[in-house]
């Protein structure tokens, strides 16, 4: 039994920094919410098989040589446990966004675009050398805590705050010409196909009703008020009886409200806002700063009170809590699996009492001990300090754990290569 134990945790412990470097991984990119949803329950099965191999080895330890009540014991914890942990790891990060103070709730939002300015080129702080450490553990654990650090540790927030949206215009103006290519091919799968369907039932309603055929009427849209939604999606047949009749070229029909609102609801008003959409490549580059200024205006008006609040949150603060989680589950797993070797081997029985603390200590001085390029850096300490208001054991506790990921990712991406 002992030596399945010490065969699970060191399986566990392989599928925890497995799941961890992929996580640090996904930290490095923009990562929609659907994707967050599939990682977390990753992380809850991880989670829940942790606490599983604590208990079993509390069990075994207390009703070790005792037969069938070994066995109902394992059996019960593993009923209680599972579910109690799967429910806490996958309810703790919703809850914790939604007892966010507005302060908080607006660094999250800050840091959400602090990100994509340096995930793009588009935003560098002086003096901290991300872009050197940017595909190493260093880079990616600065970035998947970034929410924290500058929820936590508000100086750079304070610099943001003069001029968010100017600050999140430059951001956006970056993604804007890196993904240009990328937005114009969205533009061309998604809309222009659309456009050509439309155009096709509307030449055909617009013979049928020049014939005189019967069941070819104009049907406008009942369009809501400005800022309203229609509250569903008209077919394209739909769009088309609602043009107006007597519309002769494509483009005129491609800047027809139906038509816009079609293309809208594919890509998005702030992509769609003053542009032409049946422009070309080189066209369409001189609406990017536009795309980019739009973007901007949204995300300055975000209600960070709303459901645009709350994602930016998750997005912000489902990772390193996922990260922090998955460093405390393993620890115990570690520790777990330290002992368990000790006492298989039953070579030293005196000396076991010691082995618990050492372990802990161990655990926690070595990223300590080995360091953070970022962290250590005279930029990071300039715009990352606190300001007297924010949880200074907080900000401690998540230093050590992006030197903790960066040392374990950096030691992990050779051998499992997580890249």
């Keep these: 039994m002992l030596i399945a134990l010490v065969v699970l945790n060191a399986l566990y412990l392989i599928c925890s920094l497995l799941f961890n470097a992929e996580l640090l991984n996904f930290a490095g990119a923009d990562i929609p919410l659907r994707k967050l949803e599939v990682l977390e329950t990753y992380s809850q099965i991880l989670a829940a098989t942790s606490m599983c191999l604590l208990v079993w080895r509390i069990c075994y330890r207390r009703y070790q040589g005792k037969g069938r009540v070994l066995w109902v014991w394992l059996a019960a914890s593993t009923l209680v446990v599972t579910p109690l942990t799967w429910w806490f790891q996958g309810a703790a990060p919703d809850w914790i966004a939604e007892q966010f103070p507005g302060s ?4 999250s939002l800050y840091a959400y675009v602090t990100k994509k300015g340096l995930l793009y080129d588009s935003l560098t702080i002086p003096q901290i050398p991300y872009k050197a450490y940017k595909d190493q553990g260093e880079g ?5 805590n970034l929410g924290v650090l500058m929820s936590v540790q508000g100086s750079y927030v304070e610099r943001i705050d003069k001029n968010f949206q100017g600050f999140s215009a430059a951001v956006f103006r970056g ?3 890196r993904n240009g290519d990328a937005l114009y091919e969205r533009l061309q799968e998604t809309v222009v196909p659309s456009i050509s369907d439309i155009s096709r039932a509307y030449a055909q309603l617009e013979g049928f009703r020049a014939g005189g055929i019967p069941g070819s009427e104009w049907r406008p849209i009942k369009w809501p008020n400005a800022g309203a939604d229609l509250g569903y999606q008209p077919t394209i047949d739909e769009y088309a009886r609602s ?3 007597g519309v002769r070229t494509r483009d005129a029909l491609a800047n027809t409200t139906e038509v816009r609102h079609m293309a809208k609801t594919k890509l998005g008003p702030l992509y769609v806002k003053g542009m032409n959409l049946l422009a070309t490549r080189e066209q369409y580059q001189a609406y990017l700063p536009g795309i980019a200024d739009n973007m901007a205006y949204d995300v300055a008006h975000t209600d960070i009170h709303g459901a645009e609040g709350l994602n930016v949150l998750k997005n912000m603060w489902f990772i390193p809590f996922s990260l922090l989680s998955g460093l405390f589950f393993g620890g115990i797993s570690l520790v777990v699996l330290i002992i368990s070797g000790i006492e298989a081997l039953r070579s030293l029985p005196g000396r076991i009492r010691f082995v618990r603390p050492v372990a802990v200590i161990s655990i926690v001085m ?17 715009a990352f300090r606190s300001l007297g208001k924010q949880p200074v054991v907080l900000a401690t506790v998540f230093h050590w754990a992006m030197s903790s990921e960066a040392m374990l990712y950096n030691i992990t991406r050779p051998l499992l290569k997580a890249e």
């Design 140 to 144: 990616k654990a600065f970035i998947a």
């Design 243 to 245: 043009i107006n009749p």
């Design 175 to 177: 993604y804007t010409v």
């Design 104 to 107: 908080l709730r607006v660094s």
């Design 366 to 382: 070595l990223p300590l001990v080995v360091g953070n390029a970022i962290v250590d850096s005279p930029g990071y300490r300039d």
